[in-house]
């Protein structure tokens, strides 16, 4: 079974909007201000069901306690309703590309030029303090790639629900080019918001419905 790589939490900040968008199979944590109990009750007044992952549940090796899976959402929320409210749009912040700064005394820090060749390298420590800059930056950079694959792979998993989504709308869920259609909608208005995608799929739709059947 596939995990995924990050996770949400609840906090008592924004508790309707994170029930709100909240999609199928995703993880989340809640904070020790809530009993499950309390938790339980909530989602399922906002229609998410969900479950606790047991101590030997991969979910909780991975993320510890206080550990939910979404089963199934009962949101009556219409496609276009969900494009408003950011539903598809990914939730992990850009990370900053790590900067070239001594975090202890703030000294910038002077790449070497190593001879021969043009690659520019970090000093191992500060020329100021002595902290040990490379392996800290190396690490930042570590992180920094990390965030930004989760980040790329949860928008092509938003993508694609969106897709799902709005090919079952249109009625071309079982549509043999409905890959096709996909395509041109998407290339033709994907450049001006989900929304539009949605109508140019619409419109396609049903020139393609009535030559299908
Ligand atoms: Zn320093």
Redesign the pocket.
């Known amino acids: 079974m596939s995990i995924p790589l990050f996770k949400y939490q609840l906090n008592e900040t924004e508790t309707v909007n994170f029930f709100k968008r909240l999609k199928q199979n995703d993880i989340f944590t809640y904070s020790d201000s809530y009993l499950w109990g309390d938790v339980l009750s909530i989602a399922s007044k906002y229609g998410v069901i969900i479950r606790y992952c047991p101590p030997a549940s991969e979910e909780y090796k991975t993320y510890g306690s206080h550990v939910c899976k979404v089963l199934y959402l009962n949101n009556e929320m219409k496609i276009e309703e969900k494009i408003k409210d950011g539903y598809y749009e990914t939730r992990i912040q850009h990370p900053e590309y790590p900067k070239k700064v001594?975090k202890?005394?703030?000294?910038p820090f002077i790449s070497v030029k190593k001879s021969p060749g043009p690659k520019r390298e970090i000093p191992n420590f500060?020329?100021?303090?002595?902290?040990p800059?490379k392996d800290e930056y190396e690490n930042d950079l570590k992180v920094y790639n990390v965030i930004m694959q989760n980040m790329h792979q949860e928008s092509k998993r938003l993508l694609n629900l969106f897709k799902t989504d709005a090919l079952e709308y249109c009625g071309l869920s079982n549509y043999p080019k409905a890959q096709q259609v996909w395509n041109y909608a998407w290339e033709e208005s994907h450049s001006s918001g989900l929304i539009n995608v949605l109508a140019t799929l619409e419109e396609l739709s049903e020139l393609v419905i009535l030559r299908y059947m």
């Open positions: 001594c202890q005394c703030n000294t500060c020329s100021n303090c002595g902290h800059i």
